[in-house]
């Protein structure tokens, strides 16, 4: 029974990725298809600029412009519910015992998601962690699932996301 469940949880991690795979190439698509577009019309977007040195040279402008990838809600749900959330709930002790110390890393987590949001003396944090960048959420799972994988203590857990806080200088619990 518990292999059938490792199986049904590898095999949900690799369909997540996937799907992430998907996605990826569903907006480098996008991103060669406005392109080509932009390129359609090259000649309207130039325009007179300064070098470096001083020259007057010819730019085109919209091709300048970098295009990001656009915000995706469900990937961002799929990540912060269905791996980052529930590798925790499966991996941080259960208990009344416990509580404190998972207060304590979800906070950290939060403060990391939330880009230093971390929660007021009225209980406010003033950010949500759901709304996160992607780019965030995966560096924070990469933490949370290398310190599932070395098997480490709490203790470990809430360092390494106290590190990540202190780099991005997100303060401390005290500030």
């Known amino acids: 029974m518990a292999e059938d469940k490792n199986k049904k949880e590898q095999l949900s991690k690799e369909e997540l990725l996937k799907r992430q795979r998907e996605e990826q190439e569903r907006r480098k698509q996008e991103l060669e298809q406005a392109e080509i577009l932009m390129n359609a019309n090259s000649d309207k977007e130039e325009v007179f600029a300064f070098d470096d040195d001083g020259d007057l040279i010819v730019k085109r402008e919209i091709a300048d412009i970098t295009l990001e990838a656009i915000d995706n809600p ?23 015992e416990f509580k404190q110390v998972r207060e304590y890393i979800y906070e950290e987590k939060n403060t990391f998601l939330t880009r230093g949001h971390r929660i007021q003396k009225d209980g406010r944090r003033g950010a949500d962690g759901r709304m996160s960048y992607i780019p965030d959420i995966n560096e924070i799972i990469n933490v949370v699932s290398s310190w599932v994988v070395r098997r480490g203590t709490l203790f470990d857990l809430y360092a390494s996301l106290r590190e990540l806080n202190i780099s991005k200088g997100y303060g401390t619990r005290e500030d």
Do not use: D
């Open 74 to 96: 469900q990937e961002k749900y799929e990540l912060y519910y269905k791996v980052l959330n529930k590798m925790l709930l499966n991996n941080l002790p259960k208990g009344e």
